[in-house]
């Protein structure tokens, strides 16, 4: 099945990626941070754009994808590239590629993260028959109060400098006192930067995005996105370094409603894809009606995507330098340091530590994930004259670009039958 992929490369002269070394232990891996305690005003801190309905919401997401449009990306300096399947996480053999993080929850979480055999034993990790990789917290054993709660949190073994990142998945955790996250960090925290993809606790309803690093980058506000800054007393929260402002980083909340807890789930899920390279670090999310063409046939092509919900430009933020090494993690942490600390803001009953003690709060606690895929960035030789928002000038470059997108697709049939 890498016939077609090899021809492309050895036709256009295309550049590789080096090959990333994998990593064999998370026991230093620096948590997620903890976010300010939110005062009253912003409690929720989840602003959703005015005049927005809900059948407005669905199509701003649901854009049109030309299905004869190339699969070619461009650089700002016009050189042209495409993203090629490179790591496949999903069914049976998921878990098999991560590392279980069975330690004392730096982000002070009420959880207990168990290792690998007890994640099986205590099903709290597994894979359904029809191959969708769950996670979840207990959801079944009454506690006294002051019990931590049994949860997993995993990482890849594999580190990733750059690359493009989609997973499909039918839910994420959410429920009163959960504080679920998807996201990527160095083990040289904060030096090799972080990127909070999907945030949230309690009930909230709109995803945060974050980034984290050490001093020198700032979110730049005048990039093209959909979603919202947040602010602190009227500071808004663009300075991306973990030293100010409490480790808050830089944030972008999402608009959409269906971004985080009931909402996602209810209307099945989606698709979130994050696209890191030299130029930016953005991500989408796409409703399961929307999940665009390409991404389904695995010829992901982000400039037909749309706005990004946000968009961390390398105009303000030298990313090459603030991120790297990433290992991708996925985790189900309770109460701590923003959900425990925001509790009394939220709407939910009784203290955290009162929810912990009763299992059936945390039926929603779960991740249902149907895949993760990488893609690395490959250049192509040459530059294909663009006009019209990248489509290719000249008669040439357009059957270069139609050979490319066929070969491609090719090869992801390829892989969906082997």
């Given at each position: 099945?890498?016939?077609?992929?090899?021809?492309?490369?050895?036709?256009?002269?295309?550049?590789?990626?080096?090959?990333?070394?994998?990593?064999?232990?998370?026991?230093?891996?620096?948590?997620?941070?903890?976010?300010?305690?939110?005062?009253?005003?912003?409690?929720?801190?989840?602003?959703?754009?005015?005049?927005?309905?809900?059948?407005?919401?669905?199509?701003?997401?649901?854009?049109?994808?030309?299905?004869?449009?190339?699969?070619?990306?461009?650089?700002?300096?016009?050189?042209?590239?495409?993203?090629?399947?490179?790591?496949?996480?999903?069914?049976?053999?998921?878990?098999?590629?991560?590392?279980?993080?069975?330690?004392?929850?730096?982000?002070?979480?009420?959880?207990?993260?168990?290792?690998?055999?007890?994640?099986?034993?205590?099903?709290?990790?597994?894979?359904?028959?029809?191959?969708?990789?769950?996670?979840?917290?207990?959801?079944?054993?009454?506690?006294?109060?002051?019990?931590?709660?049994?949860?997993?949190?995993?990482?890849?073994?594999?580190?990733?400098?750059?690359?493009?990142?989609?997973?499909?998945?039918?839910?994420?955790?959410?429920?009163?006192?959960?504080?679920?996250?998807?996201?990527?960090?160095?083990?040289?925290?904060?030096?090799?930067?972080?990127?909070?993809?999907?945030?949230?606790?309690?009930?909230?309803?709109?995803?945060?995005?974050?980034?984290?690093?050490?001093?020198?980058?700032?979110?730049?506000?005048?990039?093209?996105?959909?979603?919202?800054?947040?602010?602190?007393?009227?500071?808004?929260?663009?300075?991306?370094?973990?030293?100010?402002?409490?480790?808050?980083?830089?944030?972008?909340?999402?608009?959409?409603?269906?971004?985080?807890?009931?909402?996602?789930?209810?209307?099945?899920?989606?698709?979130?894809?994050?696209?890191?390279?030299?130029?930016?670090?953005?991500?989408?999310?796409?409703?399961?009606?929307?999940?665009?063409?390409?991404?389904?046939?695995?010829?992901?092509?982000?400039?037909?995507?749309?706005?990004?919900?946000?968009?961390?430009?390398?105009?303000?933020?030298?990313?090459?330098?603030?991120?790297?090494?990433?290992?991708?993690?996925?985790?189900?942490?309770?109460?701590?340091?923003?959900?425990?600390?925001?509790?009394?803001?939220?709407?939910?009953?009784?203290?955290?530590?009162?929810?912990?003690?009763?299992?059936?709060?945390?039926?929603?606690?779960?991740?249902?994930?149907?895949?993760?895929?990488?893609?690395?960035?490959?250049?192509l030789a040459g530059n294909l004259t663009q006009v019209n928002h990248g489509q290719p000038q000249s008669v040439i470059s357009t059957l270069i670009a139609t050979t490319i997108t066929l070969l491609l697709t090719v090869s992801s049939l390829l892989a969906l039958v082997l």
């Amino acid at each position: 099945m890498y016939l077609p992929i090899c021809f492309v490369s050895f036709l256009l002269c295309a550049l590789p990626t080096k090959a990333l070394d994998a990593v064999d232990s998370s026991t230093n891996l620096r948590p997620r941070r903890p976010l300010p305690i939110p005062s009253e005003q912003d409690a929720n801190l989840q602003p959703q754009k005015p005049g927005l309905s809900t059948t407005e919401e669905y199509h701003f997401v649901k854009r049109a994808h030309p299905a004869n449009r190339p699969g070619i990306n461009y650089n700002p300096d016009g050189s042209s590239f495409v993203w090629l399947q490179d790591d496949v996480y999903e069914g049976r053999n998921f878990f098999d590629s991560f590392d279980f993080f069975a330690f004392r929850d730096p982000t002070e979480g009420h959880v207990n993260y168990v290792n690998k055999s007890d994640a099986f034993a205590k099903r709290l990790a597994y894979v359904t028959d029809d191959n969708k990789v769950v996670m979840k917290t207990d959801s079944w054993t009454k506690l006294p109060l002051g019990t931590y709660r049994d949860s997993v949190r995993i990482n890849t073994k594999k580190t990733y400098t750059t690359g493009l990142f989609i997973i499909d998945m039918d839910k994420a955790p959410w429920g009163c006192a959960v504080w679920p996250a998807f996201w990527s960090t160095g083990f040289n925290w904060p030096t090799e930067g972080e990127i909070d993809v999907l945030e949230g606790v309690h009930d909230n309803e709109h995803n945060q995005i974050a980034w984290h690093t050490t001093s020198g980058c700032e979110y730049d506000p005048a990039a093209s996105f959909s979603g919202q800054i947040p602010n602190d007393n009227g500071v808004n929260r663009t300075n991306c370094d973990h030293a100010a402002n409490s480790n808050a980083g830089c944030n972008v909340v999402e608009w959409s409603r269906a971004s985080y807890g009931p909402y996602f789930e209810a209307q099945g899920g989606g698709v979130i894809a994050m696209k890191w390279d030299e130029n930016d670090i953005s991500i989408w999310s796409f409703f399961r009606a929307a999940i665009p063409r390409d991404i389904i046939t695995g010829t992901p092509n982000p400039s037909l995507w749309g706005l990004p919900s946000a968009r961390l430009l390398n105009t303000k933020c030298n990313i090459s330098q603030m991120f790297a090494k990433h290992t991708v993690i996925f985790d189900i942490t309770l109460c701590g340091a923003w959900a425990g600390n925001s509790y009394a803001t939220t709407n939910c009953p009784g203290t955290c530590d009162q929810r912990l003690t009763e299992p059936s709060n945390f039926i929603n606690s779960s991740w249902s994930i149907n895949y993760l895929k990488t893609y690395k960035k490959v250049v192509l030789a040459g530059n294909l004259t663009q006009v019209n928002h990248g489509q290719p000038q000249s008669v040439i470059s357009t059957l270069i670009a139609t050979t490319i997108t066929l070969l491609l697709t090719v090869s992801s049939l390829l892989a969906l039958v082997l």
